[in-house]
């Protein structure tokens, strides 16, 4: 698959191999939807683990779970070589079966010939991901997954009350 658009491997074995890994568990939660939202990310990076979480007093359970990726790798600098788990199907299917290509191609609409949703943060989330060689993986939601338990704790904690 091509950079950034699958899971497995992508791009060039050798050239992303010298990569600084990155493993990065990321999650969104509303309290209602819409409703006050929160997003989290736990990123792994030579042992270290860092937390994230933000929230909007207004916002969708979809954008929160975009949001997660796009600030977990805002804050990477340089390129990278990115493992992101979500259990968000929205979020995984997009690049496991390449729907940003078609609405790209599309002019934006989606298989229903209407506006992507949510087009503001695909755009930014693809362009990040273009930035990095980025695989994508499904963890089961709150199936005791610790990584992914805590990464919804934090998309829990950011919802503002």
């Known amino acids: 698959m ?5 899971e ?4 060039n074995p050798s050239s992303m191999s010298s990569l600084p890994p990155v ?3 990321t999650d969104g939660a509303c309290s209602g939807n819409p409703g006050p939202g929160g997003w ?15 929230g909007e007093s207004l916002t969708t359970n979809q954008r929160m779970e975009l949001t997660a990726p796009i600030q977990g790798l805002r804050s990477l600098a340089g390129r990278r070589r990115v493992a992101i788990h979500s259990d968000s199907a929205y979020v ?3 690049f496991r079966d390449r729907w940003f290509e078609r609405w790209r191609k599309n002019g934006w609409m989606n298989s229903q010939k209407k506006p992507v949703e949510n087009r503001d943060l695909w755009e930014a989330l693809i362009a990040l991901v273009e930035q990095h060689d980025v695989t994508w993986h499904k963890v089961a939601g709150h199936s005791g ?17």
Not at 8 to 11: E, F, H, I, N, V
């Open 2 to 6: 091509g950079r950034g658009q699958g």
């Open 8 to 11: 497995g491997s992508s791009g």
């Open 145 to 161: 997954h610790p990584q992914n338990d805590r990464a919804d704790a934090l998309a829990r904690s950011g919802i503002p009350r």
């Open 92 to 94: 995984i299917n997009c």
């Open 23 to 25: 493993i990065m568990y």
């Open 40 to 54: 989290g990310v736990l990123l792994i990076e030579d042992g270290r683990e860092i937390e994230m979480a933000g």
